[in-house]
């Protein structure tokens, strides 16, 4: 994927999170930004060091997380808010009434949830739903009524913790549920999301 207008501004700019690192910036321009990143990753030794590999993951990234109609080739799934996404959240909130009924606790470990929430606190997916539209706030307003229900459950990194871009859920919430509870409210356009997002805990990749 790569942006149609690179001298136009994308919507929260043109910022990049190196997954390996967690190491988040905007240098103010596309061409900016990447050669920043080819420093960072020179400095640190990392792979796809050279300026056409930075900047193809620069604008891949960029791209994953802004309206396709910014990009070619864009495939990701747009925020919406409609029948199906009522009915998986109904699945999952039938999981958590389940497992309580029959003594099992919806929730992972709190070892597990930190280290979950390590994962979310560096992935560039974990961002603010600024920009959206009526849809997907009444989305972010259900991942907070939704949240509820963890009680007074809390990570290590709560505070650097926002939004997840491809579900819209509230990440300080899901990084405390079980995967399964998790896995009903979870599209098949949402799971190819996580699992082509490195290090995503919900997905297959690994950092």
Request: glycine letters at 8%.
């Amino acid at each position: 994927m790569n942006l149609k207008e690179t001298n136009t501004v994308p919507p929260e700019g043109f910022w990049y999170m190196q997954p390996q690192t967690g190491h988040r910036h905007d240098a103010g321009s596309l061409v900016a930004t990447v050669a920043y990143f080819l420093t960072h990753r020179k400095a640190n030794g990392l792979e796809r060091a050279t300026i056409a590999e930075t900047r193809e993951d620069v604008e891949t990234q960029i791209c994953q997380r802004v309206p396709c109609s910014l990009c070619n080739d864009c495939g990701h799934p747009e925020w919406g808010f409609d029948f199906e996404t009522i009915v998986r959240a109904g699945k999952a909130l039938v999981g958590v009434i389940d497992a309580k009924l029959f003594g099992r606790s919806p929730f992972v470990a709190q070892e597990e949830a930190d280290a979950r929430a390590a994962r979310c606190a560096k992935c560039f997916r974990n961002t603010s739903l600024s920009g959206c539209g009526p849809g997907c706030k009444m989305r972010e307003h259900m991942a907070e009524l939704f949240g509820i229900t963890i009680g007074s459950r809390k990570s290590e990194k709560d505070e650097r913790l926002r939004n997840c871009h491809v579900c819209g859920c509230s990440c300080r919430v899901i990084v405390h549920y079980d995967l399964d509870i998790l896995k009903a409210s979870t599209s098949a356009a949402q799971q190819a999301a996580f699992d082509e997002t490195p290090g995503c805990w919900r997905g297959c990749n690994t950092l």
